[in-house]
Structures are given as C-alpha cells and as structure tokens.
C-alpha cells in the first residue's frame, strides 16, 4: 500500500465516522458463518473503493475480526488481507476485469497452500450497500455497479445512515487448491463466482425492481385469463366489456400494493423505536437459511403463525434487519382503514377479501396479481391460519392461498419456491384481553382508528418477543414426492385445478404448520404460566415454582423437540424472577415464604401463553399422567397407550414424529424421567416415586384437560355407537361446557367445536368409526376405557352424571 493510499485512509476515517452507520449482517459471523478464528482471513470485496474498505473496517472491528487493513503474516511473509474483484470507475470509464494485484495475491495465497499442507484461509466476500432502493422497472442500470467519486459522495450523504456491511460464508483456499489447481485461471473462476454471488447478495436486500402501478394494472389487464373471464363477465352479465373491465381495475386497485422504499426505510427507524419501548428485546433465531435462500434465488413464501396485529410489522421489521427484502403481505381487508390501510399498502400489504365465493372476475384478478408477485421474484407473505389465534394454540390451516401458491407454480415459474414457516411469540400479546372477552361471547370489534389509538395509550413494556425460522419446505421437491407428473398440468395461461391439488395441498398445509410448532419459542412466562394452571389451586410457593421450571428446562435441554425450538439460557430462579417482574402474578409472602398464584382472570389470560408451547410438553405429560393413574407398569404397555393417543394429540398439535419415530421417543422421556427421579425403573417396570410425586403431578396436568375432552367424546361414542358425525361433536361440546363449569376449567378452547372436530375426523382417519361414522364397536371400547382410567374419578363421576341425566331427559314423555 502506497504512502498516499494510507494518507487518504485516514483523511477518510472522520468524515466516515460522522456520516455513516453501519449495520452488520449477520451479527455474530464467527457463529452464523463458521468462521475459525484461529485460520487466516482474507476479505473479497466487489469493486476498488477505499469508503468501503474503511467502512468494512469499522464493522469488523465491532464484530471482533481481523482488521482488513491489518498484514497477513503466512510462512514468514507479509500478504494483504483485502483483495477486489474489479476495478472502480474513474469519472468517465470503468472496467470490469480482474485487477492484476488481485491475481497475484490469488496466485500467491494458492502457491502457500502448495508448500503447506495444513495452511487453510478463510476467503470472506463482504459486501458494502449504500442504501436498499430497488429502482423502477423502467430503470435498465445493472443491480450492481461501482460508483464514481461524485455519485459515491452523494449516495454517501443520501444513505450512509442506512449503509449495510453483508458477510457471507468463507470459501476455503484450500479447497480451492486441492481441487482446481493453483494456476492464474482459478483467481479468474474465483472472482467470476464472486460478481454472481455479490450480485445476488444485492437483489436479495432490495429486491426487484418496482412497476409502475398503472403499467402493473395494464400488464394484468391484458392478461389472457382475465380477458377472458371479463368476456365471459360481459356476455352473460348483457353489459359493455368496458364497464366490466373497468370493475376489474378497481378490484386490482383495491388489492395491489404500493410498495414505498422510503417508507420501508422511515418505517424500520420508527419500529426500532417502537420495539425499544414494547419489549426489552428481540430474539431471532434460524435467519442464516433464509438469508441462504434468497441469495440462492428462491422464491420466498413466508408463512407465520397468527398470534397479533404486530406480527406483520415484527417480521417486516426482522426481514429488513437480517438483509433481507420486506416481502409483500396478504392482509385481511378489515385493515384497509384509513389511515392505516395506505400505510400499509405502501408498506407491501396487498389486500383480501374473507371470501371469493361467486365472484369469479374477483378471484381471477387476485389468482393474476399474485402470480405476478411470483412470477417477478417478490417474496410473499400470508398467514394461513386465516386470522389470529384467540386461543393461543395453532389453528388449521386455510388452504386458499397455498393452493394459489401451487396454480401459480403450474403456470411455469422458472424459480424454486419454498415455504418459510416461522413461529412467532410473545411473552405479552396486546389482544389476549380481548380475545378472552370474544370467547366469552363478545363480538369481535371492527378495525379501526378509535381502536389503534387505544392500543398506543397502553404502550408499555412487554418483556421479550421471539421469531423463529422453521426449517424451509422446498414446494418443487414436494410435489416431485407427492405429485410426480404435476410438470404435466403446467399451463402458461390458464391455472389448472388437477385431482392432485386438495390431497397435496391438505397435506401441505399439516406439514407448514407442523413446521412452525417445530420453531416453537419457549420463555419464563409460557413456563411459569403452564406450571401454575397444572397446580389445582393455580398457586404453588416460590421454591416449587422453580422446581417445576427446572424440570421442564431438563427435559427440553435432554430431549430437545427438534432443532429448531428455542429455549432461554437463564436458569430456573432468574427466569421466576423475569417473569415475577412483567407483574402477570399475585405474589403473597408469609411466615414460610413467597407464594405465587393466578386469580381468575389472570387464569384464562395465562392458557393462551401456556397453549404457545403445550405441544412440547404433550408427549412427557402423557408419559406421567399414564404412571399416576397406574401407579405401576410395565414399559411396553406404556408405548401400547401412548401409540393409541398420540394420533388424536398428533392432529390436534401438530406433533412432529412419524409413527416408526414415536417409540425411541418415549423411551427417551421415561429415560428423562428416571434421570430426573420423577419416576422409578426397575427392569422394564416403571413405578411411581412418591418423594417426587409433586412436580410428576403438575407435568401430568399439563395434557390432563385434552385426556378429559377425549374421554367425553369416547363415553359417547361406547354408549351410543349409532351417534351421527354431527350429533357426536354438538353433544361432546355440551358436555365440555357443563364439565368447564362444575371443576372450573378456565382454558377456552376446552369446548371449542374446533377441537371436537379434529377429535371426530381423526376417529374416522385412525379406523374408530366406519365408513357411515358409526363406532367400530372393540377399538372404541379399548380407547374409551383407557381414556376412563386416565381422569379423575370425579371427572368420570360428573361425565357419568351427565350422560344420565341426558338419557332420562330423551326417556321422558312428550307433555302438551
């Protein structure tokens, strides 16, 4: 490096620091990109430019990395730790080549790992973007190009508040070396790799370039599926083709967004702000794989779970933080209210009526813009739910929009999509209140500014929020499995509905939402929350609280669910004191020490925190509650239960493991269970360990209400094998409600028709019923009567009591 390089350097160094601010993606490189600190480094940047070396240095030295302006000492000689792939523009020309350093640090560094076997260097590509503006359409200029010094100065005054330092995975010179050789030609191949990889990098952060919205809806208008439906619309209507043409252009000005870069950017400073004063942190897990995917030129479908109206803001806001591009969301019509509704289009929202039934010009218009946003590479995002939860547990999915996801697919898209299901969590939800107040009968209030304002007055802190990637489904490779010839029914113009699409789409959507239970965020309230509503009296002292936590923590850590689950670092103590402090408990204290408990209230408030992260739990809760009720057992009969139930808990909760799977699992609980003395082993025999018999109990309770829902539905079904489908599932709902009142059962969903519903098909699905749902008399028996020694005996008494007074009720004469 030249002396005046090294001067200018450093004239550089305060007017940097005064006008940029840095944001590194990832975070924490040594860990997301399995960086070796111990291995050399070098950097690999796309274009000569001084601001962005001394704006990779300031990142690197926040990440704790090597200085890019530091010498590389290999072998006792000193080598550069920054190489460029191309040359910047002077103020009139540019070139695009290799520069001849650049070759000869390559050609160097290669020669090293010739002469030494065990020398292996870390080539990092770091990419620096000034600002994320994705251009217009219309714009022809390349996604990535090098800037002259008066267009870097102003891009530097324009965005350096917004600049992003992007490091992606190292590329090992020694691979390179084993396997390509080490002659001039691989720098060549290296740096051709790297323009495409830098390339993608940028799109990936901006994403494509925006239309102008009347060319979008010119563009969509021509289109040969909507000419003909409005033909058609026309014909049989006996109106103008005009009229309806221009019904088709408002419906698309009703469902388009209008995606605003600025207002993303303003927007990102503004939940920054907002986040900071809701929670006291963020926690994001398993982004590495999206940031892969996006810069790997997938297609993108984001697919969340439904817990809050902040959800669509949170995973904006973690998008555009991780590098990444917002991605457009499907939001319900409800939102398109002013102000909001503006804001929210602008901010990518395409807007969605509850129902297309019967309006066939609408359904079209809406099935054309959305394979538009495909077919262009936006990402997309919709919640398949089909509405926020209000019971916190993971509702079915509706399958409309994934099965216009797959249409799409079939008119020919040149790009992999792939579903990102994420898991979204709060350790305070805005809307719990009133959710609680809507289950108890209360109509659902309409979107609106009164309501937002209301909202914003309670702004306050809410603990911690998580959002957890679920692992990615590739939907070409599944279909590839489950529809093999689906490349058959590709139609460039007209979207096909082939016998194929329902059962592939059902089975789909389980797996999507499988996946995001999967991605499932555990933290001191859910915890604590689920330990005082297993406790009778929904109190339990300071000390067995803890206890109860650390044997949750246990089994979570030992038998981890599945990789993509999250649990808090903290221990047991600290996490009763976090959750102590969010002021969700009645705390007392007298001689003996602190008790924690849950009025009424905040009972039916702490299910729906408790039914985030139930399905985690259903598998070691099953295991006790069998133990409890048996007192002693031999193993095999405790897998022969299990494997009765589990696909009834399965289907209800989205549970992750296959039949040939479910068998080395539970043997891993029990093993869990005897490791924590929770219960007794000797040989095959499993017993009861009474000096532990308090925490097995409240881990037996967590599932004990669903055991309670299956033992109505089963008592039904063996009294009344004839029941009708539909009669089974009124009657079991009845029975839930009388049961809720008389042992005060607080969690709502315990007599949610939803359930009993899931419960019936599974019955038919598993073989309980025939093909007119009637009882298949033995197997229900069996269920029935496992169910029967697995509650409560004044549980069974009062379902008993129940079904009597329901049959004396039909036995009673008519009166006039």
């Known amino acids: 490096m030249s002396s005046w390089q090294k001067i200018y350097q450093k004239l550089l160094d305060l007017p940097l620091s005064l006008l940029v601010k840095t944001h590194s993606i990832p975070s924490n490189p040594i860990a997301d990109l399995e960086l070796d600190p111990e291995r050399p480094i070098v950097y690999i940047l796309p274009f000569r430019s001084n601001t962005d070396l001394m704006t990779l240095r300031k990142s690197t030295a926040m990440l704790g990395l090597p200085d890019p302006l530091s010498p590389l000492e290999i072998n006792g000689q000193s080598f550069v730790r920054y190489v460029y792939i191309s040359d910047g523009p002077r103020l009139f020309a540019e070139k695009g080549e290799l520069p001849q350093e650049s070759i000869e640090l390559f050609t160097a560094l290669l020669e090293q790992h010739k002469q030494d076997g065990e020398l292996d260097i870390q080539v990092v590509p770091a990419s620096i973007l000034w600002g994320r503006q994705p251009g217009k359409e219309d714009n022809h200029r390349p996604i990535l190009r090098p800037l002259n010094g008066p267009e870097k100065f102003i891009t530097i005054v324009a965005h350096g508040r917004d600049c992003m330092v992007r490091l992606s995975p190292a590329v090992s010179l020694r691979y390179m070396a084993d396997h390509h050789g080490t002659d001039d030609s691989i720098a060549n191949k290296l740096a051709r790799v790297a323009r495409i990889h830098f390339s993608r990098q940028q799109l990936a952060a901006s994403g494509p370039k925006l239309p102008d919205r009347q060319a979008l809806f010119k563009r969509l208008l021509a289109s040969k599926a909507i000419e003909k439906v409005v033909a058609e619309e026309a014909a049989s209507r006996d109106v103008p083709i ?15 967004a209008d995606f605003s870069y600025s207002l993303i950017k303003r927007g990102e400073r503004f939940l920054g702000w907002l986040w900071n ?7 994001i897990n398993n982004a590495k794989q999206v940031r892969r995917l996006a810069q790997d030129g997938h297609e993108i479908v984001y697919v969340p779970c439904h817990r809050s109206h902040m959800d669509y803001l949170l995973l904006s806001y ?19 209210f002013f102000p909001a509704g503006p804001i929210f289009r602008r901010g990518g929202a395409f807007f969605i009526r509850r129902s297309f039934k019967g309006n066939r010009l609408y359904s079209t218009v809406f099935r054309e813009y959305l394979a538009e946003l495909f077919a262009k590479g936006y990402s997309v995002e919709y919640f398949s739910e089909g509405g926020r939860s209000r019971t916190g547990r993971l509702l079915p999915a509706k399958t409309g929009m994934l099965s216009m996801t797959i249409q799409a697919m079939l008119r020919g898209l040149n790009r992999p999509v792939t579903l990102v299901p994420v898991y979204i969590g709060y350790e305070h939800v805005m809307e719990v209140a009133t959710y609680a107040k809507e289950l108890r009968g209360k109509r659902k209030e309409k979107e609106n500014v009164g309501q937002v304002l209301r909202t914003l007055r309670k702004l306050r802190n809410l603990g911690q929020g998580y959002v957890n990637f679920g692992e990615p489904i590739s939907l070409n490779q599944y279909l590839n499995e489950n529809a093999p010839e689906w490349h058959k029914d590709i139609d460039p113009i007209e979207p096909q509905r082939p016998e194929w699409l329902n059962p592939v789409v059902n089975g789909l959507a389980n797996k999507m939402m499988t996946h995001i239970n999967d991605a499932a965020a555990t933290n001191a309230l859910t915890l604590c929350g689920m330990a005082l509503l297993a406790s009778r009296q929904r109190a339990l002292s300071r000390e067995d609280l803890e206890q109860q936590l650390e044997c949750y923590l246990q089994l979570l850590r030992n038998v981890p669910y599945s990789q993509q689950f999250t649990i808090p670092d903290n221990n047991a103590k600290e996490m009763v004191e976090h959750a102590l402090e969010m002021d969700k408990f009645l705390v007392e204290r007298d001689s003996l020490g602190e008790m924690v408990s849950l009025n009424r209230e905040q009972a039916i408030l702490m299910t729906y925190y408790r039914n985030n992260i139930i399905h985690l739990f259903a598998l070691p809760s099953l295991i006790a509650n069998i133990v409890i009720h048996h007192q002693q057992l031999d193993i095999s009969e405790i897998q022969a239960q299990v494997a009765r139930l589990y696909p009834f808990l399965k289907a209800e909760l989205f549970l992750r493991y296959s039949d040939n799977e479910l068998a080395a699992v539970v043997d891993a609980q029990i093993n869990e269970l005897v490791r924590q003395r929770l ?15 308090g925490p097995l109990h409240l881990l037996a309770r967590t599932i004990s209400e669903t055991l309670q829902r299956y033992a109505i539905a089963l008592t039904l079904l063996n009294s009344e094998p004839q029941l009708m489908k539909s009669d089974l599932e009124q009657q079991s709902q009845m029975m839930a409600q009388r049961l809720s009142r008389l042992h005060g059962i607080n969690a709502p969903e315990f007599f949610d028709k939803g ?60 009166t006039a």
């Open 242 to 256: 005009e009229k309806v043409r221009k019904e088709a252009v408002d419906m698309m000005e009703e469902i388009a």
């Open 277 to 283: 004063k809701l929670y006291q942190g963020l926690n």
């Open 318 to 336: 973690v998008l555009y933080r991780e590098g990444l591009v917002p991605p457009h969301i499907a939001a319900g019509i409800n939102l398109n």
């Open 679 to 693: 219960i007794l082993r000797d040989g095959d025999i499993i017993s009861l360990n009474n000096s532990r018999i």
């Open 755 to 814: 359930v009993f519903a899931i419960l019936v098909k599974t019955l038919r699905e598993e073989g309980y019923l025939n093909e007119d749902c009637h009882a298949v008399s033995k197997p229900v028996q069996i269920l029935a009567e496992q169910l029967a020694a697995q509650v409560s005996p004044e549980v069974k008494l009062t379902i008993q009591a129940v079904m009597n007074r329901e049959e004396r009720q039909e036995d009673e004469p008519e």
